[in-house]
């Protein structure tokens, strides 16, 4: 008798194609006939020979099993702690269960760790893969707790951590020091805690020793017991096709590298014979290609995502607050970043923003998220128009959205004189001019649906002014895109350009934002929305949280940024930052800052930041401060608050208060 394996389930997507979602949240498509996959639904075995084939290969059918016992199996607990005595006593039901030092032939070996025990993790991995013995483990790391994986050797675990690391050095040295038994307390969770990480490996254990697949086969679970929070991370084995380990079993390192093609998922499990396309006959003729290209990567959609449309414009203000995460301008650590986006990710977070100034660009860090990412969308916040005509931003726009299969949300801005004219070595000139005018033939390019041309003060295409050859004619873009219109932001704060984002733009990118005072910020948004017809767009706000019971600190923490904004007088260059400062009732505490600023006075500068100032644009402080906070944001206009922080748990919890 064959059934489904536990975990596994099947649904149809909006195109009409099933999605088989596995205990791995692996998601795959199944093209398969509709009828023999609700057959499959309800629990029967549809008749189709190839199909129950694929499904068996691939674990989704299983065996039925013959009357199971577990009563005579033996499982060895080792470590003297919470988790592993509430890990004994759970299995002690099932299964016979020995404590102490390693020894005998169990069944299968469970070790609980407060602190990693790196060698002698090695030492037992040793053991039971000598005897072939199946063993489960978990250990402390800061405020987590991780589970497994089950079903991979701890030296392959140790080995893809040591290639991961930026300081593998420093990473041994630490394992080191702590298997020296020099460690720091270990925060053992609750009793409810426990249980939580006890259960998940009882799970497991019972499944193996049943014969089953474990649910937590192949992955690493992470419990935060004080945020309430469980993640899975898949581990595969680092094994080649033909058997030889890329682990040195005695040093538990990577001894040599190699991606095998057997390793990619399959993106199509079954496919019905009646969905094949035919071949062309050789002696056909190939015919000519009519069509825009596409990016080769572009035909190959992901299974694990399903392509999202951009917001719509008129939607935009009944929906609810959505929580994004902005990145840094100095180009983080990429070991640093990614588990906080992918945590993002899978949490729920609607959005995550790059940022450019003058060091990492705006475009890059996104291509490599995209790939390692599902559903969040992708933000520019922003890409400087001096840096980048418009048809080249409308190329890397394009090519972006292929590449995250519609997920881009696209922002603009002009930047500040000094880094136009310092940096990209053009001329600052009338940025609402500049900003409408780009838009316009980016609007073009983006539609894929003509020749562009455009006459204007800034941009002529063709161009025709000195210099040219006079031989130039409109050009189209040789792609075909996931969307011929990409919502597009504007980064704006003087109220010219505020104007023009709500005339315009899907979505407004304010420099700061006070909830309190919206009123006077938005005043020009709203000008520009009468001209336009509508009654709202994207208030998308980029700005700091910082959780700490020191509420001084962390506004002495953004002191010196909202000094460098406010501060600045320039002959001849308006600063806006000061303007909009002033605008919401600062003028005194602007006008301090700015005279500080003139006479070379910076840390007075940063003193006279008012708190007043910092409280209403940031959230700072302890967590119910922040939550009454997003009690506030709440209640304004923002649509979407991006919150630049690395406290993946604030992240989470401030998702949870928007909701």
């Known amino acids: 008798m064959t059934r489904l394996a536990p975990g596994h389930h099947r649904y149809p997507g909006p195109d009409g194609v099933w999605r088989h979602y596995a205990p791995d949240e692996q998601v795959t498509l199944v093209h ?9 639904q309800r629990g029967a075995v549809p008749d189709d020979a190839e199909l129950v084939a694929a499904l068996r290969e691939r674990g989704i059918l299983v065996a039925e099993p013959a009357t199971e016992t577990t009563a005579a199996s033996v499982v060895h607990v080792l470590g003297g702690n919470p988790v592993a005595d509430l890990t004994a006593l759970l299995l002690e ?46 250990h402390a790391e800061g405020l987590r707790f991780h589970v497994g994986p089950c079903t991979v050797p701890y030296a392959e675990v140790r080995a893809r951590r040591i290639a991961a690391a930026r300081l593998p050095d420093e990473l041994l040295a630490h394992w080191t020091y702590l298997e020296e038994g020099e460690t720091p307390p270990v925060p053992w969770p609750s009793p409810g805690g426990s249980a939580v990480i006890a259960g998940l490996i009882v799970n497991d254990v019972l499944a193996v020793l049943a014969g089953h697949p474990a649910p937590g086969a192949g992955c690493q679970i992470a419990v935060e017991p004080d945020a309430s929070g469980v993640t899975r991370h898949p581990v595969l084995p680092l094994t080649e ?30 496919r019905h014979p009646r969905r094949r396309p035919a071949r062309r006959p050789r002696d056909r003729p190939r015919p000519v ?5 596409r990016l080769p990567a572009a035909r190959r959609h992901s299974p694990r995502r399903t392509p999202r449309p951009g917001p719509s414009p008129s939607r935009l ?45 705006g475009v890059t860090i996104l291509a490599y998220l995209a790939a390692r990412t599902e559903r969040i969308k992708l933000g520019t916040g922003i890409l400087q128009l001096a840096g980048r005509t418009p048809a080249n931003t409308a190329m890397t726009a394009l090519t972006l959205d292929i590449l995250s299969e519609g997920r881009l949300l696209l922002g603009l801005g002009v930047s500040v004189p000094w ?49 040219a050859t006079g031989r130039a004619r409109p050009v189209k873009a040789l792609l075909d895109p996931v969307r011929t219109s990409i919502p597009t932001y ?12 709500g005339e315009i733009a899907d979505g407004w990118l304010p420099g700061f934002y006070s909830p309190e005072r919206e009123a006077i910020m938005t005043a020009p948004l709203d000008e520009g929305l009468r001209r336009s017809g509508r009654e709202s767009i994207d208030i998308t706000v980029i700005t700091h949280a910082i959780r700490t019971d020191d509420l001084g600190r962390a506004r002495d923490e953004l002191r010196p940024l909202y000094a460098a904004y406010i501060g600045p007088d320039l002959p001849g260059v308006r600063n806006t930052y000061h303007d909009l400062a002033c605008g919401l009732g600062f003028e005194k505490e602007a006008q301090v800052i700015r005279e500080h600023h003139r006479e070379g006075r910076r840390a007075d500068a940063v003193a006279a930041v008012p708190d007043a100032l910092l409280d209403e644009v940031a959230l700072l402080g302890p967590w119910a401060r922040i939550r009454d906070r997003v009690e506030v944001w709440k209640e304004s206009r923002v649509t979407t608050l991006a919150l630049i922080t690395r406290d993946a748990g604030l992240l989470e919890a401030v998702c949870e208060a928007a909701a």
């Open 490 to 501: 504007l980064a704006a704060i003087g109220p010219a350009n505020v104007r023009l984002a």
């Open 241 to 270: 096709a033909g058997g030889t380990g890329l682990v040195d079993a005695r040093l538990g390192v990577i001894t040599k590298v190699v991606r095998e093609a057997s390793a990619i998922p399959a993106c199509v499990i079954y």
């Open 289 to 293: 290609r009519q069509r825009p290209r």
């Open 32 to 40: 398969a006939p509709d009828d023999r996959l609700r057959t499959l």
């Open 93 to 138: 039901p099932h299964t016979k269960v020995v404590r102490g030092p390693l020894g005998g032939a169990p069944d299968m070996v469970v070790a609980c760790a407060g602190w990693l025990p790196d060698q002698e993790w090695l030492a037992v991995d040793r053991w039971c893969g000598e005897r072939g013995i199946a063993w489960h483990r978990c």
């Open 419 to 467: 880094i136009v004219e310092g940096w990209h070595g053009v001329p600052f000139g009338k940025p609402t001019r500049r900003l409408r005018e780009y838009v316009e033939i980016l609007r073009k390019a983006i539609a894929c649906d003509e020749r562009v041309t455009y006459d204007g003060e800034y941009y002529r295409l063709p161009y025709r002014g000195p210099g």
């Open 317 to 361: 203000g009944a929906l609810d607050m959505r929580v994004g995460l902005a990145l840094g301008y100095h180009g983080e650590p990429m070991p640093e970043i990614l588990p906080l986006v992918e945590r993002a990710d899978r949490a729920g977070v609607d959005s995550v923003w790059s940022v450019e100034e003058y060091g990492a660009d």
